[in-house]
């Protein structure tokens, strides 16, 4: 299932990236441009915009909250997402699908303690943006966990 995210919702696109959901976002998705991209590429639009619907715009689902969380619950819930299936496997930032990185590739490129301490990484292939489970991916498992997606 792949999304694209109306631009009022940016923090509930890079959340659904967290949890390793493909999801365009950006300035240019509104109105006719989201319809537009989603029905190229096959996507569900996520909009919080009612008066789309006169548009006649391909499957949406509207957002009813407009509280993060409560968003992120309903498209979970109602695409049947398994949040805990691939988090941290796609950037949050550009929604590339993240590729291992070596540790000896990235050293120099990550804080000296991260290094130290740290044995497994991601890049980014567009933004090169590295990423590794330290305590941001522990903080983000909290809040899955705080909404009720924790392990079973
Ligand atoms: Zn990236």
Redo the contacts with the bound molecule.
């Keep these: 299932m792949k999304f694209a995210a109306d631009r009022m919702l940016g923090r509930l696109a890079k959340w659904l990236r967290v949890i390793g959901q493909d999801v365009t976002y950006g300035p240019h998705l509104s109105g006719y441009g989201l319809i537009r991209e989603a029905r190229r590429e096959g996507r569900l639009i996520l909009t919080r915009n009612r008066s789309l619907e006169k548009k006649s715009p391909p499957p949406y689902l509207l957002i009813e909250s407009d509280r993060f969380r409560e968003q992120l619950c309903q498209v979970i819930e109602t695409c049947k997402l398994d949040p805990l299936e691939r988090p941290f496997t796609r950037?949050?930032?550009?929604?590339?699908q993240l590729e291992p990185a070596a540790k000896s590739e990235v050293e120099g490129k990550v804080p000296p303690y991260v290094f130290a301490t740290q044995g497994s990484y991601s890049r980014?292939?567009?933004?090169?943006?590295l990423y590794w489970p330290a305590t941001h991916q522990e903080r983000m498992m909290a809040e899955l966990k705080g909404l009720g997606f924790g392990k079973r």
Excluded: A, I, L, Q
């Design positions: 950037c949050v930032e550009c929604n590339s980014c292939p567009d933004c090169r943006r």
